[in-house]
């Protein structure tokens, strides 16, 4: 399933264009292009404050764990797996 399309402006209908210019609440231009994408929005109310709690005690777990390592240490593990996910991808 596709979530996202980038078209140039030259290659949209007239009536597609009139919705972007709508949309942006401007005209466009010969020489621009229109990305669009499609995401579920981020939780609000609620939702929002459960997943801010969540992310709070993992981070609070984390912090425990790693209790007692040196920063330099904690440091080179993230660049070391920051560089292996540049690397590695398949």
Do not use: C, F, W
């Amino acid at each position: 399933m596709q979530n996202g399309a980038l078209r140039k402006v030259t290659e949209l209908s007239v009536d597609t264009r009139q919705a972007m210019e709508g949309i942006l609440g401007r005209s466009l231009r010969e020489d621009e292009a229109i990305s669009i994408n499609v995401y579920n929005p981020a939780p609000t109310g609620k939702a929002r404050e459960e997943a801010s709690r969540r992310l709070l005690e993992r981070i609070d777990k984390t912090t425990q764990r790693v209790k007692g390592v040196p920063e330099k240490e904690i440091d080179a593990v993230i660049d070391e797996a920051l560089d292996r996910a540049r690397h590695h991808r398949e």
